[in-house]
């Protein structure tokens, strides 16, 4: 069994509304785009289907062997309390 937590949205993407304000400065002075500064996104759905499908070999998602237990909440983000952010809470569990 292996569980974590980190930063998802509800649809999987990548991500540069939560980029910093030092960081736009600095991709603007650079003459770089936000692209290259952005963060890739899980969505609980994406998630398992990577693990079931991609890192255990299931099909179509419903391989009885693995499962992923993925939970989307947005939360009040600790650095800046006038943000939120969607943070998914997951445990896989290979049976």
Not at 41 to 58: A, T, Y
Not at 64 to 81: F, G, Q, Y
Request: glycine share 6%; aromatic share 12%.
């Amino acid at each position: 069994m292996i569980f974590g937590r980190h930063c998802a949205l509800p649809v999987k993407r990548f991500d540069v509304e939560g980029l910093f304000q030092s960081t736009i400065d600095r991709a603007k002075a650079e003459r770089k785009s936000l692209s290259e500064f952005s963060t890739f996104c899980h969505s609980p759905e994406g998630w398992r289907k990577l693990w079931i499908e991609d890192v255990f070999g299931g099909i179509d998602g419903k391989d009885e062997r693995v499962k992923v237990d993925a939970k989307l909440t947005l939360e009040k983000d600790t650095i800046n309390p006038e943000w939120n952010e969607w943070i998914m809470k997951w445990c896989i569990a290979r049976l």
